[in-house]
């Protein structure tokens, strides 16, 4: 598929719901399929820039920064897999409208179904500012795929189905080009 600016797939939803893992099963798909591609996730930017304001206004905040890093690195014609929290609608519109090759992947599960599956245990550490506890989500509108993790599936099956809902995609605008 011949394209002049590279694909973001943007995969939000709570800490914990499975997004990191389900982005290395999609990083492998699209690095084999449309070429050069990224793997980012939220955390390891954190990290690497130290942007520890875990606030609401520190969030946004970081968003912007995440989203400005995307539409310059897709601009190169580079591909990125990005999994980040990011549960607030304003940056994901951003991203809609200034990114051409945007794909937003929801992993939908409640943190209640987190807090039971227990694997990450951030629920269970109090900590402030937690999304889907202290900072209220602002659930995608209209993401172009949407993954239910209730925690009964392998992470496999629901990597192979966020795979297959892409390939759709990408196929679809493919037909339209």
């Known amino acids: 598929m011949k394209k002049k600016k590279g694909y973001l797939f943007w995969i939000t939803g709570f800490s ?20 050069p591609t990224l793997l980012i996730n939220g955390d390891d930017l954190r990290r690497i820039f130290k942007l520890n304001d875990y606030s609401k206004l520190g969030r946004i905040q970081n968003s912007k920064k995440f989203t400005k890093l995307a539409k310059f690195i897709t601009d ?8 980040v929290v990011g549960m607030m609608n304003k ?9 051409k090759n945007y794909l937003e992947i929801f992993i939908d599960t ?26 209220k989500p602002e659930y995608p509108l209209n993401p172009d795929v949407v993954i239910k993790n209730n925690f009964k ?19 679809q605008k493919k037909k339209l080009s």
């Open 91 to 99: 940056p994901r519109a951003w991203n809609r409208k200034n990114i």
């Open 76 to 83: 190169q014609n580079i591909n990125i897999v990005f999994a």
């Open 110 to 135: 409640s943190v209640k179904n987190i807090i039971k599956n227990n694997k990450k245990k951030i629920y269970k550490i109090k900590k402030n500012n937690l999304v889907g506890l202290d900072i």
């Open 16 to 35: 914990g719901a499975g997004k990191s893992k389900i982005a290395k099963k999609i990083f492998k798909y699209v690095n084999s399929k449309l070429g």
């Open 153 to 171: 599936n392998d992470i496999n099956y629901l990597s192979q189905l966020a795979i297959k809902k892409i390939e759709r995609i990408l196929e």
